[in-house]
């Protein structure tokens, strides 16, 4: 039995406790062994959630040097002895036309002025923040998933972008 309320409370409180993490920026055509795990935690995340399915949820941007990897590592060893251990991430999908940005292709169909709206942003230099998560050890550290957006928005200057696009459920 649970001693509290929420069940997530408790997984933070039996986490293994990091002390650092480092955050680390590539594009996706670079480290495809960090970018299957970041594939990896995502989905277990979203099993946890109950989310077994998602339109979009698939490896095609691994390799991809329009796509801007996310990643928040570990430093130092873990109980399993692993160093470097991957403890979230996300990617930004870059795009020159509507079409390629995988929102469009998840939910384009169901809001017929989607495109219109997003296209003069897609323009100006979008990107696209997808396939986030953090990892209860992360959460532990009081770092929240809200982390990842603030280093996409860092990076989306250093990428020449202007405008960052998400969608998000409530329940994650």
Not at 46 to 62: C, E, H, M, P, V
Not at 74 to 90: N, P, W, Y
Not at 142 to 166: S, Y
Request: proline letters at 3%; charged letters at 20%; hydrophobic letters at 45%.
């Amino acid at each position: 039995m649970s001693s509290s309320l929420n069940p997530s409370i408790d997984r933070a409180r039996q986490a293994e406790r990091i002390a650092q993490a480092e955050v680390h920026v590539f594009r996706a055509d670079q480290h495809a062994e960090i970018c299957h795990e970041l594939v990896d935690g995502h989905q277990a995340v979203l099993k946890a959630y109950g989310i077994k399915s998602l339109t979009t949820f698939n490896r095609d941007w691994i390799g991809n040097p329009k796509v801007i990897v996310i990643a928040a590592v570990g430093l130092g060893a873990g109980v399993d002895g692993r160093t470097g251990r991957l403890l979230g991430g996300a990617r930004m999908h870059g795009a020159h036309t509507v079409d390629e940005l995988p929102l469009l292709k998840a939910i384009g169909g169901q809001d017929s002025g989607l495109r219109e709206h997003m296209e003069p942003y897609v323009e100006e230099g979008a990107f696209e923040l997808g396939g986030m998560w953090n990892s209860i050890e992360m959460a532990g550290m009081g770092v929240e998933a809200t982390f990842m957006i603030q280093a996409a928005m860092a990076a989306l200057t250093i990428c020449g972008g202007r405008h960052l696009f998400a969608l998000t459920s409530p329940v994650t």
